[in-house]
């Protein structure tokens, strides 16, 4: 089974920038959609941002439309997220998820995930 390995989270300032990696460990042609979810303390998983691999069309929620950007490298089997401006209410656990259907802002439609990234963004 594939596996996703997420990086690049860690402690910023507001206004701050971060880059996330999720490098997925064996890519096969069974995942169409990516996806970032985070889980903020006493809050559940959210999307945050998800791109369909093959066509690289990507999808943002409301929370990171403008700041966020979602890519991905189909030659390194990499995802990334370069998260820009962050605020304190971006303080969350970030995970990729891989999706065999397509890009869904439900956590319930992804078959795999990695171990999670934290990011906390300081005042």
């Known amino acids: 089974q594939v596996r996703l390995v997420e990086s690049g989270g860690g402690l910023v300032q507001a206004g701050g920038s971060l880059r996330l990696v999720c490098v997925v460990s064996e890519r096969t042609a069974n995942y169409y959609g990516m996806g970032w979810f985070r889980e903020g303390p006493g809050r559940g998983r959210n999307f945050v941002a998800g791109?369909?691999?093959?066509?690289?069309?990507?999808y943002y929620a409301d929370s990171a439309k403008g700041r966020f950007v979602i890519s991905r490298d189909k030659t390194k089997d990499s995802l990334y997220l370069e998260m820009n401006n962050l605020n304190v209410r971006d303080t969350a656990v970030y995970y990729c998820?891989?999706?065999?259907?397509?890009?869904?802002?439900?956590?319930?439609?992804?078959?795999?995930w990695g171990q999670g990234t934290q990011v906390t963004v300081s005042s």
């Open positions: 998820g891989a999706s065999k259907l397509f890009v869904q802002a439900s956590e319930f439609g992804y078959d795999v």
């Open positions: 791109i369909e691999w093959n066509s690289g069309r990507p």
